[in-house]
C-alpha cells in the first residue's frame, strides 16, 4: 500500500523567511495530494492540494509543487507570520481505488517573531 | 453552511467496553471517512462509507465497525477496547465517490483506561 514519508518533522524560521515542507510517496497510482494545517487541539484543515496533472499551485503565501518521476510534492510558505505555527500534514490519494488519505508524521512549524 | 460535527467531544471508556462515535457530514457531502490520530501521529486511514457501504478499508481490525445512515451521517463502533484504542477520532466528508476534497470534524477524544 500507499506510504507517505514528511521532512522534516520539526522547522523553526523567523518571521518573515520561507518554509519548506517535502513528502515522498510510494504508490505510483496516487493522483491527489492535499494539505491539511493542524492548530493545537484543532481539527485538521485543508489548506492546499494538487492533483497529479499538475506540477504546481499557489494561494497566496502558500504553494504546492508535484515531481510525479520523483514522487516527491512539497509545501512552501512564504512571508511566514506567527499564526503560520501548527502542525502541517501531508497526503496522497489514489483515488481510483477510492479516496482514502494516506498521511504522513506531520512537520510542526514555528514562527518566531 | 453547516460543517462537518461529531459527537462526543470527549469519552472515557474502561478496557474491554464498547464505543460508538457520531458523525454528520457537511452539508452538501455524501461520503464519510474516519481517522484514527493518536498523539504526535498523523491520522490514519480506517474505513470509507458511501451510498450506506463500506467502501474502502484500512488496516484496522474487526472490531471497528461502521455505519452510514440514509441521511449520510454516520457511525464508528469499536468494540472491546484497548489500551492503544486511545487517540482522536476523526471523522471527515466528501461529496461522491471519488470527491478529493476531504474536510474533517472536530473529533472525539477517546480515552481508554
Known amino acids: 500500500g500507499e506510504n507517505v514519508e514528511q521532512h522534516p518533522s520539526t522547522l523553526s524560521v523567523q518571521e518573515g523567511d520561507s518554509a519548506v515542507i517535502k513528502c515522498t510517496y510510494s504508490d505510483s497510482a496516487s493522483n491527489y495530494f492535499p494539505w491539511y494545517k493542524q492548530e493545537l487541539g484543532k481539527r485538521p484543515q485543508l489548506i492546499i492540494d494538487i492533483r497529479s496533472n499538475v506540477g504546481e499551485k499557489k494561494d497566496q503565501r502558500i504553494a504546492v509543487t508535484l515531481n510525479k518521476t520523483a514522487k516527491h510534492f512539497s509545501l512552501h510558505i512564504t512571508e511566514t507570520q506567527p499564526e503560520d505555527s501548527a502542525v502541517y500534514f501531508c497526503a496522497a490519494s489514489a483515488t481510483q481505488a477510492g479516496t482514502a488519505l494516506i498521511f504522513g508524521k506531520g512537520t510542526t512549524l514555528s514562527v518566531s517573531s | 453552511d453547516a460543517g462537518v460535527t461529531q459527537s462526543p467531544t470527549h469519552l472515557i471508556k474502561t478496557r474491554g467496553q464498547q464505543v460508538t462515535l457520531r458523525c454528520s457530514p457537511k452539508s452538501g457531502h455524501d461520503t464519510v471517512s474516519w481517522y484514527q490520530q493518536a498523539l504526535g501521529q498523523g491520522p490514519q486511514f480506517i474505513f470509507q462509507y458511501y451510498e450506506e457501504e463500506e467502501r474502502q478499508r484500512g488496516n484496522f481490525p474487526d472490531r471497528f465497525s461502521g455505519h452510514q445512515f440514509p441521511n449520510y451521517s454516520s457511525e464508528l463502533n469499536v468494540n472491546a477496547l484497548l489500551l492503544g484504542d486511545s487517540a482522536l477520532y476523526l471523522c471527515?466528508?466528501?461529496?461522491?465517490?471519488?470527491?478529493?476534497?476531504?474536510?474533517f470534524g472536530p473529533g472525539t477524544r477517546l480515552t481508554v483506561t
Open positions: 471527515a466528508s466528501s461529496l461522491g465517490p471519488r470527491g478529493y476534497e476531504q474536510y
